[in-house]
């Protein structure tokens, strides 16, 4: 029984293809991390939270590299560590886990989803000559937003909602930066190989923004459901579904490696509004599927432009 269990589950990965299921885990359990982020919030700041989770997620990268006597970055890398340590990390990450704190875990995946029109923007501004389709893509991705926001108009007047938007959205220029940055440096550093080295001195800065300011919670204080959605973070979110993601990229098309994008936001929206009681409603739906199609339209755009490198697109 349990051989012919093993056949069917073997076949079935056969026919669907391992990597696709690979994708299909991204798209949903990267999701499912603004859920838990949401959840980790209640009860602490988000500063703290983020700085907990990229402390242990990183030291665990860090041991896994001593443990496989992986050879350690050099020279100049160590630069680029330190940069986009505090570009994807320690405000990325920081602002967008601080920001989910006043929205609802949907709005902030939406939000965290537009950073390629950032990327098109900021390119324009350094001179770049930007297509015609992501020009389209931009004003559409602009649209969805416009529609999504209708929903969310009288919240506008809370102060609350008002810092939570604008964390989330400097998180997604900090992270527009950082894959500009990787970009440059891309042809002769892999910033794959030091994931683990930018957060653990993510960590650090943020635990020291976390002392210099006073505003953290007592370890001991914090409630054992806070622990878990932080376990969560680093195991799924940080460790499996990352490793996963490197796995479909190495095995997939940049044209379908690229869809866990448009899956993140659904998911989060489902499941905040299922979990949370969030607001799902027709302008929210109808937003959301507008502004995915004009990140698809920019998303192709920059890949169009960029077929000889590598850019992470979250």
């Known amino acids: 029984m349990i051989q012919k269990i093993k056949t069917a589950v073997s076949t079935k990965i056969n026919a669907i293809g391992l990597p696709i ?20 919030v209640r009860y602490i700041p988000g500063i703290q939270m983020a700085a907990i989770r990229q402390f242990l997620a990183g030291a665990l990268y860090i041991i896994y590299l001593l443990f496989t006597k992986s050879p350690w970055p050099k020279g100049k890398q160590w630069k680029t560590i330190v940069i986009l340590a505090i570009l994807n990390f320690t405000l990325s990450n920081g602002l967008s886990t601080a920001g989910v704190k006043y929205i609802s875990s949907g709005l902030g995946a939406i939000i965290a989803a537009i950073f390629p029109i950032w990327v098109v923007i900021i390119s324009y501004f350094r001179g770049e000559r930007i297509a015609k389709l992501a020009v389209t893509g931009v004003f559409i991705c602009f649209s969805g937003v416009c529609i999504i926001f209708y ?8 102060p609350d909602f008002q810092l939570g938007i604008i964390l989330s959205v400097l998180a997604t220029i900090t992270w ?10 891309a042809a002769s550093y892999n910033p794959y190989f030091s994931l683990g080295f ?13 002392g210099a300011t006073g505003i953290s919670v007592s370890l001991n204080e914090i409630p054992m459901s806070t622990w878990i959605a932080i376990a969560y973070l680093v195991v799924v979110g940080s460790l499996i579904t990352f490793t996963i993601f490197i796995y479909s990229l190495q095995h997939l098309p940049p044209e379908l490696s ?9 998911v989060a929206v489902l499941l905040g509004s299922i979990i949370f009681g969030e607001s799902l409603s027709i302008s929210i739906a109808i937003g959301g ?26």
């Open 21 to 40: 299921l690979a994708l299909l885990w991204v798209g949903f359990f990267w999701g499912t991390t603004w859920i838990a982020s949401k959840e980790g």
């Open 151 to 158: 929903e969310y108009l009288a919240d506008f007047l809370k």
């Open 176 to 185: 527009a930066f950082g894959t500009l940055y990787t970009k440059k440096k």
């Open 198 to 210: 930018q957060m653990f001195i993510s960590s650090i800065l943020l635990f020291a923004y976390n």
């Open 258 to 266: 690229s869809l866990y994008a448009y899956m993140n936001p659904v």
């Open 289 to 314: 599927m507008v502004t995915l199609f004009g990140l698809y339209l920019v998303n192709k755009s920059l890949r169009q432009s960029r077929k000889k490198t590598n850019i992470l697109i979250k």
